[in-house]
Every structure is written in C-alpha cells, then in structure tokens.
C-alpha cells in the first residue's frame, strides 16, 4: 500500500485504539461525511428501524443447538492483536483465571507509538505477517481484523463463519447482543468480523437555528433533498453552511453507501468506469461548489471570533459517538439546542442509522483449537468481557453487548450526574444526566442498521485519484477510468 493509504489507515487506526485504550481521543473528530444515520427528529426511536433486532438482515436456517465441547487438556491460544487493548488484556487474564487449562498468548505487533515513521512500519509488517501466516495454513487463532483485508480473506475461505457457531452454541443467547448490529455485519452471507463494541454514526444539529431558518424534513431524506433544504437554510443566513468535509473524503464514504453497486469483491470486479460514479463525484463537488458543505482543507467550520469559546458555524455536524458519556456531553453542544437528524443517504438505501464496528475479532479456519477460539470470542463478546467505561473515561465505544449496555446506562440514571474529568487537552465539568437524552440515545443504538467501513485499500485509491478532479486537473471520466483499473488491479492481486 502506499504511504499515503496507510496515513489515511493510520488515522482510523489511531482514532479507535485511543477510544478502546483511553488515550484522549474522539472518535467524533475525524471528518465524517459518511452516509451515517442515527437518531431521529422526533425523539428515541427511528422512522422505520427494526426494533430490537428483529426483521433485521438474513434469518440463519433453523439448525441443531448443542453444548459446545472444550478441550480437558492443556490448551495454548494465540490472540494477535496490533495494538491489545484495556480490554482485551484484562479479558485474557479473567478467561485464564476462569480456564486454568488454557495459555493465552497475546501478540501485539505495537506496544508504544514513538513516531508516525514507526507506526506505519508497524501497521506494514502486521498486516504482511499475519496474512502470510493466514496463507500458509497457520497464523493466530484469534486475530483483530480492522487493518486486515476482511473482504479477501473470507474469499480464500481464511476465516471461520461465526454466525455457525453462534446459531450452534445452546449457551449463546443472541437476544443478549445488538442484533441489529450482528445482522448487518455479514459479508458474503456470513458473519466472519465480529465487532466487540461500536460506534453508532450520528448527524447532530443547531436545532434553535434550524427551525428559525425553515426546519428540514429529514426522516428519509436523500443528499439531493439534503442539499436543497441546507441551500435554503443557508439563505438565511444563521450558519453558512451546512456541514464540513474534504471532498475526497466524502466521497470515498458516500461510495461507502452504496459499495456493491461499485465492488463485486466475490467476482473481483468494479465498475467505476460507470455514469452513476461520474454522477456521484460531480454530486459532492457541487455540495462543495455551493457552499452547502465547507472544505476542512481550506477553512475552519468554527467561528474564533471568541478565542475562548469558539462557536460551530455550521448547521449540523457528523460525529461518531464513542460512548453515553460522550452522547451527553454532545447534546450540550450549540448552546444546549443539539438535535439528531437523520443523515442524508443514497436513494437506494433503506431508513435507519449508521454504525461503525470497532476492534473486530476473527477466527482462524485452520486453527486446531476452534472450540476454545470460539469459547474465548464468546467470552470478549459477554458482559463479563466488555470494556469497563471507567477504564478510558467513556470512550470505549458502545459494548456489543445488550445487557453490558443496559447496566451502563442504568448506572447513568442512579448516579444522576456525570463526574468532570481531564482528557487531553479536553476538560469537563461535572454535569447532570439528562434521562431523556439517554432515552433519545438507546433509540440511536437500536436503530444503527448501516455499517460504515473503516479505511480500505479502495478508499485509499478513491480518495486519492479523486483530488485531481475536484482540483480541476481532470474530468469525472478520466478520474473514473484510472481509479476503476486501480481497484480493478487490487481486488485481482
């Protein structure tokens, strides 16, 4: 991969392992144009979301249940990891406490960052290491799989179809996870990346501004319906504009959308030779072009007019929300008139939210010991295994977990108020719960049906082709025709 592709690798991989670890970072603060839906105008629950799981992705064919047999002897487990997190290190010593027959031996391919050089180098050899390994019939039994090439390695039939093992374990008990999460994870008809928490993908607004301005109708709005309420907001004057992005970056998440009309990775072709992806790169530059979405690049999106306390200059903000604390102190924002709307999407998509996973484990198909890699994963997934809010401050993403969440959250409600505390350069005071925020929030997180992908090779490529167009260099079509051989090049190596 290019440097620059591992740069832009490198800043989804630093965003995420500093929420799962608790050093200071926000998953909210990278540019998110995505199309991420979640929450909704009127209150908790989304216009159209399956309501807690059900009706959500494929029914699995109806199979024999069974307790699942684990090895009496002594058993050793390999878990590779680039970067272990909190997390996963205290649920390798609670699962050897609770197994005196089994080793765990974590392998992180980083155990401190020094400099970006470094990382890069790092983040390199893991991924060449463990895919060789993968390739060769051996490899980890358990691995983290958010910098590994997913889509490929289900193809070669790599790794172990976790949705069998769910539908076959008697002791696991789906209703006790964000189905709505699982069903949606499936790639190629099965579940081979399971998320141990996520990040559901929200649009936050001036709510205040919004409605002085004309409101917008956005329980099921199209970018088109998007931008022509944005441009009439805009008149108004209150905000001048109505979100902020790169264009390269949005539109590598708007393909992110609709990515089976552009990549057949069973097939291993693309089409981005195609008129609708010309469309789509014209699309976003004419958000830009109007003034409907600012460029990051170029201009702040935040008023310093007071230094001390910058204001938010545009109407609506795409974040991702790291966990409840995190929602909370969210919805504080632009003078305390924060609302959810829905995110704008592809006419071809359906109604509901959007959600990123977070450190997604995999099991090895060729690994000799799959009962206890499965035994360890379902462990990781339990509530016994999700990450304690307390160990990052809150930022270690939404637990995968339902009943992990309904205790985080009903913890929340008793202690009725949030404690201040110190994150890097990002300080809070104390501050009360609003239940009815957490209310609005748990429709959120039941409604997150739309996976949004972390950085891949693709949009790495899409990104980077893409600046010479909307830099007038190139025509949509020239750009299209040389991103479509570049994927093309990819998906056959």
Same mark, same amino acid.
């Given at each position: 991969m290019k440097r620059t592709g591992w740069i832009a690798a490198l800043c989804v991989l630093l965003l995420c392992l500093s929420a799962c670890s608790g050093n200071g970072g926000n998953a909210g603060s990278s540019p998110s144009g995505t199309s991420a839906t979640s929450g909704s105008s009127t209150g908790a629950q989304q216009t159209g979301a399956p309501a807690d799981g059900e009706g959500a992705g494929t029914e699995a064919p109806a199979v024999e249940r069974e307790e699942i047999k684990l090895p009496t002897g002594p058993v050793k487990l390999v878990v590779a990891s680039f970067e272990p997190s909190e997390q996963l290190k205290q649920a390798v010593k609670k699962y050897e406490q609770a197994h005196p027959n089994v080793t765990v031996e974590l392998q992180a391919a980083q155990t401190e960052f020094k400099d970006l050089d470094s990382q890069i180098a790092n983040i390199e050899k893991y991924v060449s290491t463990t895919n060789t390994a993968l390739l060769s019939g051996k490899g980890p039994d358990v691995m983290e799989l958010d910098l590994l090439p997913r889509e490929k390695l289900v193809?070669?039939?790599?790794l172990a179809d976790l949705g069998d093992w769910m539908n076959r374990d008697a002791a696991f008990n789906k209703a006790d996870y964000f189905v709505n999460v699982l069903d949606h994870m499936q790639i190629e008809g099965g579940l081979y990346a399971m998320p141990?928490?996520?990040?559901?993908?929200?649009?936050?607004?001036?709510?205040?501004?919004?409605?002085?301005?004309?409101?917008?109708?956005?329980?099921?709005w199209t970018w088109d319906e998007f931008a022509e309420s944005a441009q009439r907001l805009i008149q108004k004057g209150t905000h001048p504009h109505a979100l902020a992005n790169t264009p390269d970056y949005m539109l590598s998440e708007l393909v992110g959308e609709r990515y089976a009309q552009f990549v057949d990775e069973a097939g291993r072709r693309a089409s981005f030779d195609s008129p609708a992806?010309?469309?789509?790169?014209?699309?976003?530059?004419?958000?830009?072009?109007?003034?409907?979405?600012?460029?990051?690049?170029?201009?702040?999106?935040r008023n310093e007019s007071k230094a001390d306390n910058p204001k938010i200059n545009t109407y609506f903000q795409s974040t991702q929300?790291?966990?409840?604390?995190?929602?909370?102190?969210?919805?504080?924002?632009?003078?305390?008139? %924060?609302?959810?709307? %829905?995110?704008p999407h592809a006419k071809e998509m359906g109604p509901g939210g959007y959600f990123m996973a977070n450190q997604t484990m995999g099991i090895n198909a060729a690994s000799p010991v799959k009962e206890q890699a499965w035994d360890f994963l379902k462990f990781l997934l339990s509530e016994q295994g999700a990450a304690d809010p307390d160990i990052s401050l809150g930022h270690t993403g939404f637990p995968i977990s339902r009943v992990a969440y309904d205790k985080e959250i009903q913890k929340l409600r008793d202690e009725g108020e949030v404690p201040g505390y110190k994150n890097g350069?990002?300080? %809070?005071?104390?501050?009360?719960?609003?239940?009815?925020y957490l209310d609005l929030l748990d429709g959120i997180v039941t409604a997150a049906v739309h996976p949004v992908g972390q950085s891949t090779k693709i949009d790495?490529?899409?990104?980077?082709?893409?600046?010479?167009?909307?830099?007038?260099?190139?025509?949509?079509?020239?750009?299209?025709?040389?991103?479509?051989?570049?994927?093309t090049t990819y998906l056959n190596e």
């Open positions: 193809g070669r039939g790599l141990l928490s996520f990040y559901p993908v929200a649009l936050i607004g001036d709510k205040a501004a919004i409605d002085k301005d004309g409101g917008v109708q956005d329980g099921d992806f010309a469309g789509l790169m014209t699309q976003v530059k004419q958000l830009f072009d109007d003034g409907v979405v600012i460029d990051l690049m170029k201009a702040n999106f929300i790291p966990s409840p604390m995190e929602f909370l102190l969210l919805m504080d924002q632009y003078d305390g008139n %924060t609302h959810v709307y %829905t995110k350069p990002a300080e %809070t005071e104390p501050f009360k719960v609003n239940e009815a790495d490529i899409i990104s980077e082709e893409s600046k010479a167009f909307f830099t007038g260099q190139k025509s949509a079509e020239a750009v299209a025709k040389l991103i479509q051989n570049k994927v």
